[in-house]
């Protein structure tokens, strides 16, 4: 059952008027007993309004149909008959389109068009045209040919209302609105200029301009073209009301003459109707398309700015980059100028170009595109990760890329603090227990894979209590943080300063052993010991450190904690302020190490270091040629501390370059002394340390040296060991050479004891060998030595060298030495290392 509410009621009074309105516009331009018309809009009207409501409107058409019959002059059994039919055209077209084909009355599709014109237009009139015909001819009578000429002429104007009046009124009841931009507003003017003056033109003389109303069609092409459905109805009911209208003004329509200008009119109507709608809607249908494709481009840059993708593709033959908004947008490029591969790259971070670079050759060959690198974009740096699949020809060759861009700088960031959190202290940011213990399983394994050592710190400070108890938290807070930075300058990059918690660090030294510890230890001390301010107050705080070496102290990383904890608890006990080793043997070498050090500084200082000078003799007549400068250090309280002992502490330490430049400075003053006194002169040889040839500090110092004392450059020669020509071949010859343009004489000490390349000794401008006493020792029974004196002393006097035994002890050895032909001796022989003040006697004696 169908409910009517108010507002149908109205519905249907509404459309009954329209009906009815519309029929009595057709029935005025009838053509045959002033019922039948070529142009009867109410059929497409009723068409319409059923497609759109629906059955429910099905009275008002029938009302509207009677209503308009009665003004036909027939009998009403014929008036009710043709009503009927005209309704029941209606019914089936509805039924048709509808329920039979499902016509979608939004005129979307070029399917729906035909439908329409076909089932709508063409097969439902029929039912009213026969039916009204024979009512007609029941009412009116005539032949058979009058009821063929009357049903001809119903199906027609039935045919062309429902042509042009139902798409009419379907697009502007269901049809979408038009978008009015100026444009298009002036391009609707025109249109409509064009449109009237065309049927101005044509349609008022129509006899004569029968072939011109072809003209229409491109006109109503362009509207269809650049309107809406809307706007096309519109403009093809605009010439179908201008071509009636010239109609009538030809004269009556009734006139035979009329009848082909009548057909014409109807069918160019008609085929108006059916070209410029089949162009609207496959152009609304493109509009459609082209806007959803605008959509949902706009949907995938909404959607790649939100979750900061953006795309890319890469015609690589073409060599052309395409970049999205987005990805535009992350790289920091402004989205109107052109892409490449070399501009991406450039935006890559320099660190990661290599690394990106192959990966894109590599997927070039097939292999997966994923890469995470750095890129700098408007002076920032971020993270991207890049996902890219390649499509390749016939040949297995990538001809194109197509990718995505991924800003992950966020995530990345989110990461690192995951993994600070994870790994380091909050706090000072030093790495925390976890990464302490990574690291030092790594090192570990390092150190017994490669044989190596490494050593291990507890470090407590001392009065961190105190110092949290009375200025606060916070302060000690700060504290921390300062000692933090501070522990981290004192030791090299690839060491590890970690904090376990309150006052404790340890501290991971790799490639170290109990020389270096020591070392590191003092610098770790003494760097805390500083004094700094905290929330305006100077503070000062010490602490004490425990040190375990590996392998000595333990194989794994538990053992080697707990033994520096130990270590460190017995520097507390020890007094604080200090460090102790784990292992008794190693902390008495370290301690005397750093005692020596400690004195060494303190001996330099209080001039407890002394010169002793042992003679040298000259072979042939056994007279003085030269003293060689013997460093000596007389403790206050543990007497005369033997080179050999403070010597490779000094240079460790560093302390030889000011050591040995003491002596230098020393052995200059003696000679001047001497000079002074009137005494012969003999040249004094000096011993250099490897650590003395660093730089050209020396260089610098010799000069001003030889300046300051005026005294003759042979006065000083200076002793080299092999080992240092080794250590550093360009620096030692630098350092040969400008001693050899200052004059200064240079002789090769220990020779023998090291490698011994004659190669090496044949390259260096040197004058003297000096023989090492090894060799010396036994010479007189030992074969072997006797062999290896006399090659050395062949192969120096071959090079052209002086050669000179040093450990020349007895007389045998000189005589041994002397067969052998080496040209100069030193030994307790003739005497031990002494004092200046004796060297000065025995200058006078010798020489
Ligand atoms: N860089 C510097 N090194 C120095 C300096 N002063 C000394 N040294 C080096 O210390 C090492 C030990 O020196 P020292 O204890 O002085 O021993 C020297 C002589 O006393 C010793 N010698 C000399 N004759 C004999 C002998 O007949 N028998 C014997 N048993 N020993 C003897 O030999 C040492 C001299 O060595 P060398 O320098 O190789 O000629 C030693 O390596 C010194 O070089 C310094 O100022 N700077």
């Known amino acids: 059952m169908l409910n009517y509410s108010r ?21 005025a331009l009838a053509l045959v007993y002033n019922t039948v018309t070529l142009f009867w809009p109410p059929s497409g009207i009723a068409l319409a309004a059923l497609l759109i409501f629906g059955w ?41 389109l509808r329920h039979r084909f499902g016509f979608d009355e939004g005129l979307h599709t070029l399917r729906d068009v035909a439908l329409l014109f076909v089932f709508g237009a063409l097969l439902s009139p029929l039912v009213a045209a026969v039916n009204g015909a024979w009512w007609i001819k029941y009412a009116i009578g005539g032949s058979w040919g009058d009821y063929l000429h009357i049903l001809q002429y ?51 003389d129509l006899e004569n301009r029968l072939l011109e109303l072809g003209l229409f069609f491109p006109i109503l092409i362009w509207v269809a073209l650049n309107f809406n459905l809307r706007f096309t109805s519109l403009a093809l009911t605009l010439v179908f009301v201008s071509s009636i209208l010239g109609l009538l003004a030809l004269g009556d329509l009734h006139a035979d003459r009329m009848d082909v200008l009548v057909d014409y009119v109807w069918l160019y109507n008609l085929l108006f109707g059916l070209t410029a709608m089949s162009v609207a809607v496959l152009n609304g249908r493109r509009d459609r398309v082209e806007q959803a494709l605008r959509r949902s481009e706009e949907t995938l840059k909404r959607a790649q700015a939100v979750g900061g993708v953006g795309s890319w593709h890469f015609d690589i033959r073409k060599k052309m980059l395409e970049w999205s908004g987005e990805t535009y947008r992350i790289f920091g490029i402004s ?32 292999m997966p595109y994923d890469v995470e690198h750095r890129i700098w974009a408007d002076g920032k740096l971020k993270w991207v990760r890049e996902r890219g699949e390649m499509t390749f020809d016939a040949h297995r060759r990538a001809v194109s890329g197509t ?53 291990l710190m507890f470090l407590d400070l001392d009065r961190f209590k105190y110092i949290n ?46 020389e270096g510890a020591l070392y590191v230890a003092e610098k770790l001390l003494a760097s805390v010991a500083q004094s700094f301010e905290v929330s305006g107050t100077v503070v000062s705080t010490e602490a004490s450190v425990g040190i375990s070496l590996y392998p000595h102290d333990g194989a794994d990383v538990e053992t080697l904690i707990k033994h520096a904890d130990v270590a460190m608890y017995h520097a507390k006990a020890a007094g604080r302020n200090n460090f102790q080793f784990y292992t008794e043997q190693i902390n008495e ?42 460093l000596r250090w007389n403790h206050p309280q543990n007497g005369m501390v033997p080179p050999a002992v403070f010597i490779p502490v000094a240079e460790e330490s560093g302390l030889i370059v000011p050591v040995g430049e003491w002596v230098l400075r020393e052995v200059c003053r003696q000679a001047r002394v001497w000079h002074d006194q009137g005494l012969s002169p003999v040249p004094v040889a000096v011993n250099l340390s490897a650590r003395q040839l660093n730089g050209d500090r020396l260089v610098r110092f010799m000069r001003s040296l030889l300046a300051e004392t005026n005294l003759p450059e042979w006065t000083l020669e200076l002793e080299l060991t ?50 090492d006493q090894s060799f010396v020792r036994d010479l007189a029974v030992d074969e072997d030595d006797a062999a290896i004196v006399r090659a050395i002393i062949s192969m120096a006097h071959g090079l052209g060298l002086t050669v000179i035994a040093e450990g020349v002890e007895n007389a045998q050895q000189m005589e041994f030495l002397e067969v052998l032909g080496c040209n100069e001796v030193q030994g307790f022989y003739y005497a031990k290392p002494m004092p200046a003040a004796e060297a000065e006697a025995f200058i006078s004696r010798l020489h």
Request: charged residues 20%; glycine residues 8%.
């Open 335 to 366: 989205s109107d100028k052109p892409v490449n591969y070399e501009i991406f790259l450039q935006h890559v971070h320099p660190e990661d170009r290599e690394m990106v670079d192959l990966a894109w050759r590599h997927a070039m060959k097939g």
């Open 56 to 96: 429910r409107v099905f009275p008002a058409i029938a009302i509207g149909e009677f209503l308009a019959s009665l003004t036909m002059g027939l009998p009403l059994s014929s008036l009710a008959g043709i009503s009927c039919g005209n309704a029941l055209e209606g019914l089936l077209g509805y039924y048709l």
């Open 403 to 455: 990718g995505t861009v991924q800003d992950i700088t966020e995530w990345k960031t989110a990461q690192e603090d995951i993994q600070r959190l994870a790994y380091y202290d909050v706090l000072t940011g030093l790495p925390n227990r976890t990464l302490l213990y990574d690291r030092l399983n790594q090192a570990v394994a390092a150190a017994h894979r490669d044989n190596d050592q490494f050593a």
């Open 154 to 204: 119903w199906w027609m104007g039935d045919a062309l209302g429902i042509a042009l009046f139902t798409p009419l009124v379907l697009a502007w009841l269901r049809g979408g609105a038009i978008e009015w931009t100026k444009e298009r507003v002036q391009r609707a003017v025109l249109v409509a200029v064009v449109l009237v003056t065309a049927s101005l033109l044509i349609f008022s």
């Open 722 to 771: 092999e080992s240092m020509m080794l250590d550093d071949e360009k620096a030692a010859m630098q350092f040969i050479g400008e001693m050899r343009a200052l004059g200064v004489a240079l002789s090769i000490d220990d020779f023998g004891t090291g490698y011994s390349s004659l190669s090496h000794l044949k390259k260096l401008p040197l004058d003297k060998l000096k023989i």
């Open 7 to 27: 507002t149908h009621v109205l519905h249907i009074a509404v459309l009954s008027a329209v009906y009815f309105l519309a029929a009595k516009l057709g029935l």
């Open 589 to 630: 070498r370290a301690m005397s190490h750093f005692n020596i050090e400690r004195d060494l500084r303190i001996a330099l200082e209080q001039r407890q270091l002394m010169v002793y000078y042992q003679p040298q003799i000259r072979m042939s007549d056994r007279k003085l040629i030269g003293f060689e400068a013997l």
């Open 469 to 514: 108890d009375t200025l606060g938290h916070q302060a000690g807070d700060e504290m921390l943080k300062v000692i933090a930075t501070r522990l981290v300058g004192a030791v090299r990059e690839g060491d590890t300063v970690s904090r376990l918690g309150g006052d404790e660090f340890v501290i991971l030294l790799r490639e170290t052993g109990a």
